[in-house]
C-alpha cells in the first residue's frame, strides 16, 4: 500500500514532465489568445496596435465561417463513418485465419504511415487525374467519360483520401478487440442456431462499442485540423474550405496574425464543443 511519503516522491519525480507538458500546451495558446486582440502585421509593421474584439467580429461575420464550420464537420462525419465501418469489416476479415495473414496486416496498416501531403499528391496523380489516372482508365474501360474527381466531386475526393490513411489505424484498434473476443460465446450461439448477422449484431459489435468509441474520439482529433490534403489537392476550393484552411487564407490575405490567431481560437472552441458532445453522447462506453 503506498504510503504518504511514497505518494510524495511520485509526484516530485512526474513534476518536471507535467511542467513541461503544460508549458507546452499554455504558452501557444496564451501567445495566440494574446494576439487574436492585436492587430498583428510582422510583414508590415507600423499599423500594429490593440484593437479588442474586432478580430473576432470580422472572421465570425465572414461570408464563409458558417460554410467553412459545416463543411468541416461534414468531413470528418463522412471520415469516420468510412473509417468505423469499413474497420469493423476488416478486423473482422483479417481476425480469419488465411494464408499469409501477417504480410495482409502489414500491408493493411502500411497507408497510416504515409504522410499525408505524399498521399494526397499520390492520389491526385495516379487515382483521380482525369487524363492520366487509374480511375480514367477505369471508366475508360467501360466505356463511361472520365470524371475529374477533385472539380465534380471535390469533397468526397478528400474524404476518401483521408479515410485511406486513418483506415488501418481503425483497423488495428478493431482488429485488438475482436481478437479479445472470448470465442466460446460465438460457438455457443452457432451451436444454438443463431445466423452469422445475429451473432456479428448481439455479440460482436456489443463488444466492440468500447473500442469504436476510442476511435471515434481520437480520430476526431486530429480530423479537425484537416489541412495538408485540401492544401495539395484543392487549395480550399469547390466547397473543400475546412475551418483550419480559412484561418490559413485569412493571414495570408490580410497578411494580419491577430486575425488568424482569433480564428484559431474559434477552432479551438469548435474542437472543444465536439469533444464535449462525443464524450457524453459515445463516451459513456467507456465506463460499461
Not at 462525419?77 to 469499413?86: A, H, M, N, P, Q
Amino acid at each position: 500500500m503506498a504510503t504518504q511519503h511514497s505518494k510524495a516522491a511520485a509526484r516530485l519525480m512526474i513534476s518536471p514532465a507535467v511542467v513541461l507538458l503544460l508549458g507546452w500546451m499554455l504558452v501557444p495558446l496564451t501567445m495566440t489568445l494574446y494576439f487574436s486582440f492585436r492587430r498583428y502585421t510582422p510583414l508590415r509593421p507600423g499599423n500594429e496596435g490593440w484593437v479588442g474584439f474586432d478580430n473576432y467580429q470580422r472572421f465570425i461575420t465572414s461570408s464563409s465561417f458558417l460554410d467553412s464550420v459545416g463543411t468541416t464537420l461534414l468531413m470528418v462525419g463522412g471520415i469516420l463513418f468510412i473509417t468505423v465501418v469499413f474497420g469493423v469489416l476488416l478486423g473482422l476479415l483479417l481476425d480469419q485465419p488465411i494464408w499469409g495473414q501477417g504480410i495482409v496486416r502489414i500491408l493493411v496498416i502500411a497507408p497510416f504511415f504515409v504522410m499525408p501531403t505524399v498521399s494526397a499528391l499520390v492520389w491526385k496523380n495516379m487515382f483521380l487525374d482525369p487524363v492520366n489516372g487509374l480511375l480514367s482508365h477505369l471508366w475508360e474501360f467501360f466505356g463511361a467519360t472520365p470524371v475529374d474527381w477533385l472539380t465534380q466531386a471535390p469533397l468526397f475526393s478528400i474524404i476518401l483520401i483521408v479515410s485511406w490513411q486513418w483506415l488501418p489505424f481503425a483497423t488495428l484498434i478493431l482488429l485488438t478487440a475482436v481478437q479479445s473476443l472470448d470465442s466460446e460465446q460465438l460457438e455457443a450461439a452457432e451451436m444454438d442456431g443463431a445466423p452469422p448477422i445475429k451473432r456479428f449484431w448481439f455479440i460482436i459489435l456489443p463488444h466492440l462499442a468500447r473500442a469504436i468509441t476510442v476511435v471515434i474520439l481520437i480520430q476526431t482529433i486530429f480530423l479537425l485540423s484537416i489541412f495538408a490534403e485540401i492544401f495539395v489537392t484543392t487549395s480550399g476550393a469547390f466547397g473543400t474550405r475546412t475551418l483550419t484552411y480559412l484561418v490559413y487564407q485569412r493571414v495570408l490575405e490580410s497578411q494580419n496574425v491577430g486575425l488568424g490567431s482569433a480564428g484559431g481560437i474559434y477552432a479551438v472552441i469548435l474542437a472543444n464543443i465536439v469533444a464535449i458532445f462525443l464524450m457524453r453522447i459515445v463516451g459513456k462506453n467507456l465506463d460499461a
